[in-house]
């Protein structure tokens, strides 16, 4: 695992090189690695993976985060390694909740 500093931030590791070498579910939150288990090895896949909301628990608190990834191939086509953004939808998340929470007072 390569991180940058950003995603060394958000999984409260000290810096992105604690990372490498590293395997997800080493420096993942156990719930959100198997999440991510779930949908298989991206670097493998033939195709990415969009738009999947994974839990996430930072510092005690909930959050959720959308990933996505995609392969990355070699000149040769063979699987190099895989490329993956993760966007911070907490709030989203809340608010939809709450609107959830609302409409069933209603």
């Known amino acids: ?22 395997r997800l579910d080493d420096i993942l939150p156990a719930e959100t690695a198997a999440a991510l288990a779930a949908d298989g090895d991206p670097a493998a896949a033939d195709r990415p993976i969009e738009a999947r909301l994974l839990p996430f628990l930072r510092r005690g608190a909930r959050c959720w985060f959308l990933h996505d990834a995609t392969p990355l191939r070699g000149a040769d086509g063979a699987a ?21 929470d609302e409409r069933w007072l209603l």
């Not at 695992?1 to 958000?10: G, I, T």
């Not at 190099?80 to 959830?100: F, I, N, Q, S, Y």
């Open 1 to 22: 695992v390569r991180l940058n500093q950003a995603a060394a931030d958000v999984w409260d590791l000290p810096e992105p090189t604690v990372a490498v070498g590293r």
């Open 80 to 100: 190099a390694g895989m490329v993956g953004v993760w966007r911070d939808v907490t709030a989203l998340e809340e608010a939809r909740g709450a609107l959830e």
